[in-house]
Each structure stands twice: as C-alpha cells, then as structure tokens.
C-alpha cells in the first residue's frame, strides 16, 4: 500500500527541533566520516611504504575494509543531508510514508522505514 504524501509535508511528523537536533547529529557523523577516512588512507599509505609482512597485509584489509564501509556510510549521510535540503527528508523511499521519529534519532541517514527495511533486509 503506497501512502502518496506530498513533499511539503513529507517533514511535517518532524518539529523544526528535532530537524535541526538530527542536521547536528548528521553534520557530526559527516566531519567523524570524514577524519575516520584521512586517518585510515593515511595508515594504509604508510604501511604500504614498509616491506608487508602476512600479518601487515591483514591490518591493511581490515583497514580497506573500514575504509569502504566509512566511505558508504558518509554517502547515506551526505544524501541525508541534501534530502534535508530539498524537503524530503523523513519519507520512506519504497512505501512513501513518513520515517518514525525514534527510528530517525537512532538512523538519521535512514531511508526506508522499519516494515519496508525488513521486507528489503528479507529479499536479501
């Protein structure tokens, strides 16, 4: 069942408090993201410098392996932020529905809300 919101009132669940409370949250976890990403390019080119031992090259996987997560994590939030940006954020990208409050504190980048992230998790 498709809920058809228009965009306007697509935030219209969320008080202006609480946007800019979650802009805050996702602005820190882009500037985290972001460090969290200098750092682990910054280890990963100095180990590469230094003759790469077995154990060397599992460090640098896990650290690739960090990195690439820090990198999908900072895209979910910097398209949290532009849906902030152009009013629709908060709606649920498959049932156009609006997102809990409480699911958007804990997952502010959330896309999906919980029924339609468990059908999503489920088709996996």
Known sequence: MVNH???????????AED???LRETLHEQLLF?????QQLAGEVASRTEVRLEQRDAAQIEVHVKLAASARMVLAD?????ARMDEGTYGVCHLCR??????RL????????????????????
């Open 5 to 15: 919101q228009t965009i306007g009132q697509s935030t219209a669940h969320l008080s």
């Open 19 to 21: 946007l800019a409370a």
């Open 33 to 37: 993201r972001r460090e969290q990403l």
């Open 77 to 81: 939030v910097e398209a949290a932020l």
């Open 97 to 102: 529905g609006p997102l809990d409050r409480e």
């Open 105 to 124: 504190v804990i997952v502010p980048q959330a896309r999906y809300c919980g029924r339609c992230q468990q059908v999503r998790k489920a088709a996996r």
